[in-house]
């Protein structure tokens, strides 16, 4: 990965961040963290 990737998904990633947060009040991004949560303990299980 090139630092003008890295850069740009950087970005991408603290736009999405920011708009979550003064347009949906972080609802998007609290949904994904409880789905990765759910994962991870999925996956424990697994193991």
Do not use: H, Y
Request: no cysteine; hydrophobic share 70%.
């Amino acid at each position: 990965m090139t630092n003008q990737i890295a850069i740009a998904i950087g970005l991408a990633v603290a736009l999405f961040l920011g708009a979550d947060a003064l347009l949906f009040d972080w609802s998007n991004t609290l949904f994904l963290a409880r789905k990765f949560a759910d994962m991870i303990e999925w996956m424990a299980f697994w193991r």
